[in-house]
C-alpha cells in the first residue's frame, strides 16, 4: 500500500455515504482545523469494536436540503488515474477515477490544507503533495501520516455517461471527519491512582496512541500526561510562526479529549518509573499504578557550555510563550540564533522581517550539510544572506555577556563579539529520559529507549515512541535508528497502541520532514543518514530543484523546492518496496517519477 497502513476497499461505482452517519463529530473538531483524531483504518475500513455510544448507522432524519447533487463531468472527461476538482455549487470535491470507476471524496488535506489533486494517486489511495500523508479513495481513511483527520466520502453515480456527485453540505464545508471512538465504561474517580493505560507526553506519538486505543474499541481508562500546561499543540509551527498562540496551534482541546474519555494532565513532570509495581512516580509526590506504559517524552535541548548562563533573554524554543516573547523581543532590536538545526534556521527566518539584525552561530561550514549535503546547504544558505541574516560559522559560543541579568552581547571563540537583545539556541536535542536511569528500562549509550518493531521496550507492558526510541527500520534491514520527525511520532503512537490490544503491526512508512523559510518549503522523504553522494536536478540558484540522495547504487532519500508532487511521488515508491538505483536519476529525465494524473 505504498508506506498505507491497510489495503483499500473495493471501488464501487456507488459509494456509500459514510461520512453522514458521523457529522456530529465535526463539532469536536478545533477551530483551526488542525486536528481530528487521526484516523487510521483497519482493513477494508470497519471498525473492530464499537461502543454503545457510537452510532454507524446512517440517521433517517437527515433532510434534503442537507444536500447538494450535481453532474460534474463526462465519463470520458477522465482518463484512469486522474484526479480532479469539481465544484459542486456548496463547496468542492476531488473526482477520481481509477480502474474505470469514480470515486469522491474531500479535495483538502486535512493537515494543512494542500489540494490533493496535485498529490499523487496509487493504488486506491491518494498522497498529500506537501507533507505525504495517505487516503483512502473508498473509505476516505487516513492511512499514513502526518495529521489526524479523515476525508468525507461522497456518493457518486453514472447517468447518460455523466458523473453525478452528491454530498452533504457540511461535509463539503468542513472537508474533514473524525472517525468515531469508543467511550470509557468503567466508573472512574478522577482521583484514583490507576489507568488501564498510561501515557507519559502529549506529542504527536501520546495523542496518536490514545485516539487510536478508542477508535480500536478501547473502553478502560486512558490517562495523558504532560509537562506543558497546554493540550496538545502542533510544535512544528513555533518555529515558523513565532507570534501564534497555543489556542492558535491547538490539535485537541479539553473538551474533545474529555468527550472521549482521554484524561489530560497538564503541568506533570514524571520523576521516576517503578516497573516491579507498575507505577510511575510524579515529582508533586503523585504516585500512579499502569497497567500498560507508552512513554512519549519527547527531546530536551542540547546542554551547551558558555559563560554567564544566569542572562535572561535567552531561549530553548520549547513552548508557545517562548515563541511569543522571543518575537516580542526582536522587535528593532539584535537577534543572536546559536545552531543551525532546522528549528533554529526557521527561528532566524522568521525575524528577518522583525528584528533590525539576524545573525546565525554554527560549528558547520554550511547549515543542513550532514542532512541535505553541502550544495544544498549552501544554495540554503545563499537565500538567508539574502534576506539579511549574517553567519558566523565553524564558530561557538564563548561567552554571553548581560548587564543587570540582561543580555547584551554573545561573545564567539574567534573573539567576534555580537550585539544580542534576544538569543534563541537551537544547537540540536538529546532524549528526554534521564528519569528512566534507575528504572530498568534499558537505555542505549545516548540515553534513547530501545525498542522493538511492535514499539515495546525491554520490559513487558511498557512501550515507547517519538523521538526517545532507537527502532527497527524495514527499509534498513531492521537497522535500529532514531528518526526524530513529527511524522514519524504519529507512526509511533499507531504502532504502540495496537499492540498494547494485542493486535501487533510493523512500521509501514517512510520518513517524511518538511521546513518552510521565506516562504520556501524543503520537503524531505526516506532515510538519508549515511548517504555517500548527491544526484540533484533542476537549479538550485533558482530554489527549484530535487536532491536525490544515494548509499551504493541506490536512492535512500529525496529532497525538494519547488518540485511538488515529486518528493511525495518518490514517497510513494519506496513505501511500494520498490527500489530507485543511482541510475535512475543520473540521466536527468526524472519525468517517470512526476504524476501525470494530476491536474
Not at 494542500?114 to 498529490?119: C, D, I, R, T, Y
Not at 481508562?221 to 504532560?226: N, Q
Not at 524554543?317 to 546559536?338: F, M, Y
Not at 503512537?493 to 518538511?514: D, H
Request: charged share 25%; proline share 5%; with cysteine.
Amino acid at each position: 500500500m505504498g508506506g498505507c497502513f491497510s489495503k483499500p476497499k473495493p471501488v464501487e461505482v456507488k459509494v456509500e455515504l459514510s461520512l453522514l452517519d458521523k457529522e456530529k463529530e465535526v463539532d469536536g473538531l478545533s477551530p483551526n482545523g488542525k486536528a481530528s483524531p487521526f484516523a487510521e483504518c483497519r482493513p477494508n475500513g470497519a471498525l473492530a469494536h464499537g461502543s454503545d455510544d457510537d452510532s454507524t448507522l446512517l440517521p433517517l432524519y437527515h433532510k434534503p436540503r442537507d444536500y447538494v447533487e450535481a453532474s460534474v463531468c463526462h465519463v470520458k472527461d477522465l482518463e484512469n488515474g486522474q484526479m480532479r476538482e469539481v465544484d459542486l455549487g456548496s463547496g468542492r470535491a476531488l473526482l477520481i477515477k481509477e480502474h474505470g470507476e469514480f470515486t469522491a471524496m474531500g479535495h483538502k488535506c486535512p493537515h494543512y490544507g494542500a489540494p490533493l489533486v496535485k498529490g499523487v494517486l496509487s493504488k486506491g489511495h491518494v498522497r498529500c503533495p506537501w507533507h505525504g500523508a495517505c487516503f483512502n479513495i473508498a473509505t476516505g481513511d487516513i492511512e499514513d501520516f502526518p495529521g489526524l483527520d479523515s476525508l468525507p466520502i461522497f456518493q457518486v453515480r453514472v447517468e447518460k455517461d455523466k458523473v453525478i456527485i452528491r454530498a452533504n453540505k457540511q461535509a463539503l464545508q468542513s472537508q474533514k471527519r473524525s472517525k468515531p471512538m469508543a467511550r470509557c465504561s468503567a466508573v472512574i474517580n478522577s482521583n484514583t491512582g490507576f489507568s488501564h493505560v498510561l501515557i507519559i507526553g502529549s506529542g504527536p506519538a501520546g495523542l496518536v496512541c490514545a485516539e487510536t486505543l478508542r477508535q480500536e474499541g478501547f473502553t478502560d481508562r486512558i490517562v495523558m500526561c504532560t509537562m506543558d500546561k497546554h493540550p496538545p499543540y502542533d510544535r512544528p509551527k513555533l518555529s515558523k510562526s513565532l507570534e501564534s498562540t497555543a489556542e492558535q496551534l491547538r490539535l485537541r482541546s479539553m473538551d474533545f479529549l474529555q468527550d472521549h474519555d482521554i484524561e489530560l494532565l497538564t503541568e506533570k513532570e514524571v520523576v521516576a518509573i517503578d516497573v516491579k509495581t507498575q507505577s510511575v512516580i510524579f515529582e508533586d509526590g503523585l504516585r500512579m499504578e499502569y497497567r500498560k506504559l507508552f512513554i512519549a517524552t519527547g527531546s530536551r535541548p542540547k546542554p551547551m557550555n558558555y559563560k554567564g548562563k544566569d542572562v535572561r533573554n535567552v531561549f530553548h524554543l520549547r513552548t508557545p510563550e517562548d515563541a511569543n516573547s522571543i518575537a516580542r523581543l526582536a522587535n528593532n532590536k539584535n537577534a543572536v540564533i546559536v545552531g543551525t538545526s532546522f528549528v533554529g534556521m526557521e527561528v532566524a527566518a522568521a525575524l528577518t522581517d522583525k528584528a533590525h539584525s539576524v545573525s546565525v552561530i554554527g560549528i558547520e561550514s554550511v547549515p543542513f550539510k550532514k542532512a541535505l549535503g553541502e550544495k544544498v546547504g549552501k544554495a540554503i544558505m545563499k537565500l538567508f544572506e539574502a534576506n539579511r541574516v549574517k553567519f558566523y560559522m565553524l564558530n561557538e559560543v564563548s561567552e554571553m555577556v548581560g548587564h543587570h541579568g540582561q543580555l547584551k552581547e554573545v561573545v564567539l571563540k574567534s573573539g567576534k563579539v555580537l550585539r544580542a537583545d534576544v538569543c534563541v539556541i537551537g544547537a540540536g536535542s538529546v532524549p528526554a529520559t534521564g528519569f528512566l536511569k534507575q528504572s530498568g528500562i534499558h537505555l542505549d549509550s545516548k540515553g534513547f529507549i530501545t525498542v522493538n518493531k511492535n514499539m515495546q521496550t525491554n520490559v513487558d507492558g511498557v512501550f515507547a515512541g517519538g523521538d526517545v526510541v532507537m527502532f527497527p527500520f524495514p527499509p534498513r534491514n531492521n537497522k535500529k535508528v532514531n528518526i526524530p520527525h513529527w511524522q514519524m511520532a504519529h507512526v509511533h503512537g499507531k504502532v504502540a497502541a495496537l499492540s498494547m490490544m494485542g493486535r501487533a503491526t510493523e512500521i509501514k512508512t517512510v520518513p517524511y520532514f518538511w521546513s518552510a523559510m521565506f516562504g520556501k518549503t524543503i520537503r524531505y522523504a526516506g532515510y538519508g543518514d549515511g548517504f555517500d553522494d548527491v544526484i540533484i536536478q533542476g537549479d538550485l540558484d533558482e530554489l527549484r530543484f530535487v536532491a536525490f540522495y544515494t548509499r551504493s547504487e541506490e536512492v535512500v532519500s529525496v529532497t525538494s523546492m519547488n518540485y511538488d508532487p515529486i518528493v511525495s511521488r518518490v514517497a510513494e515508491v519506496l513505501g511500494s518496496g520498490k527500489t530507485i538505483k543511482k541510475r535512475d536519476v543520473e540521466t536527468g529525465d526524472i519525468s517517470w517519477l512526476i504524476d501525470k494524473g494530476s491536474q
